[in-house]
């Protein structure tokens, strides 16, 4: 199984990116899809989470209105939008795979929000 993340870079405040997680080895459609992120000396924290069964979304509070999950089947990609985004939304990203006890996760792909 592998998860690749992509999309990261430099980028202003206020500025967008569009994050890619491409699966291998798993359908995405038979797993709870996710993005985490984790700044410098804190804690891995979800962004956001999209459900196998149903495809239903959840954005953590913090990101609400300003990001937005989604997922291509065909494509086994889950993507993360995100827009307005401001320095304390630089972090790594990473994609997370989870259904029953079997967890993935990428290695991350890295988001600079600064001028």
């Known amino acids: 199984v592998q998860l690749v993340e992509s999309g990261g870079g430099l980028v202003q405040p206020g500025g967008s990116l569009r994050l890619s997680c491409q699966a291998s080895g798993l359908t995405i459609n038979n797993y709870d899809m996710s993005w985490y992120r984790q700044a410098p000396g804190k804690e891995r924290e979800l962004v956001a989470i999209v459900s196998s069964a149903g495809g239903s979304t959840n954005i953590a509070d913090p990101m609400k209105g300003r990001f937005t999950i989604s997922k291509d089947n065909a494509k086994n990609t889950v993507y993360l939008q995100m827009n307005s985004l401001k320095p304390e939304d630089t972090a790594m990203y990473y994609c997370?795979?989870?259904?029953?006890?079997?967890?993935?996760w990428g290695r991350g792909t890295q988001v600079t929000v600064s001028s």
């Open positions: 997370n795979a989870r259904r029953y006890v079997l967890i993935y």
